[in-house]
C-alpha cells in the first residue's frame, strides 16, 4: 500500500515538473475538432484537466475499495469473534457434559459395586453358615463314632488283656450284626468312618 501511495505522488510530481517547464506549450491554442464543433483551444490544459480527472476518479474509487475493504475486515473479525466466543462456549458445554456423564457413570458404578458387595457378602455369610454346620454334623458323627469305637475298643481290650477275669464275669455279648452300621443304615451324604 505504501509502495503505490509513494509512486502515485512521484508520477504526480513528474507530470507536475513537466507541465511548469512547458506551461508555455500547454496553454497554446489550436484547432481542436469536438466532433461536431470544431473550435480554438488550448490541447495540452484540456489533456492535462483530463488527466487530473482520472488521476481524482482514481484516488476516490481506490479510496472506497479500501473503506468498503476496512468496512468487511472489521465485519468478518466481529463474525470471527462472536464465531469462536460461541465454540468456546460449546467446548465448554461439551466438557460440562462429559463431567456430568464421567460422574453419573462413576455414581452408577459405585452404586452397582456396593450393591455387588453387598449380594457377595450375604452370599459368604450364608456359605459360611452352611459350612459351619457342615462342619458341627462332622464334628458331631465323627465324635459319636469315635465314642462307640472308643467303647467297642474297651470291651475287647478288657477281654483280651485280662484273661481271668474274662473267665469269672460273664462275657459281654457282642452287638447282633444287624445293630452295626453298615452302608444301607448310614444316612445319605455321610461317609461311614
Given amino acids: 500500500m505504501r509502495a503505490r501511495f509513494i509512486l502515485l505522488v512521484l508520477a504526480i510530481l513528474l507530470v507536475a515538473g513537466f507541465a511548469a517547464q512547458n506551461w508555455g506549450e500547454i496553454t497554446r491554442s489550436s484547432l481542436l475538432n469536438f466532433g461536431i464543433v470544431q ?10 484537466s483530463l488527466l487530473g480527472l482520472a488521476l481524482l476518479v482514481f484516488a476516490l474509487s481506490a479510496a472506497s475499495l479500501r473503506t468498503q475493504s476496512l468496512v468487511e475486515s472489521r ?12 465454540a468456546d462456549k460449546a467446548e465448554a458445554s461439551r ?33 459360611q453358615r452352611e459350612l459351619r454346620n457342615q462342619l458341627e454334623q462332622m464334628y458331631h458323627l465323627l465324635t ?8 467297642r ?8 488283656s485280662d484273661p481271668v477275669i474274662a ?16 452302608p444301607a443304615n448310614v444316612p445319605p451324604g455321610r461317609a461311614r468312618v
Fill in 95 to 127: 466438557f460440562t457434559d462429559l463431567r456430568q456423564v464421567l460422574d453419573s457413570h462413576l455414581r452408577e458404578s459405585r452404586q452397582r459395586e456396593s450393591v455387588v458387595n453387598t449380594e457377595l457378602e450375604r452370599t459368604m455369610a450364608q456359605h
Fill in 167 to 182: 473267665q469269672r464275669v460273664d462275657p459281654v455279648a457282642s452287638p447282633a450284626r444287624g445293630a452295626e452300621p453298615g
Fill in 144 to 151: 459319636s463314632r469315635l465314642s462307640e469305637l472308643e467303647r
Fill in 75 to 86: 465485519q468478518n473479525a466481529r463474525a470471527l469473534q462472536a464465531q469462536r466466543d460461541l
Fill in 153 to 160: 475298643l474297651d470291651s475287647r481290650g478288657t477281654r483280651v
Fill in 39 to 48: 473550435q480554438e483551444a488550448p490541447l495540452g490544459l484540456i489533456l492535462l
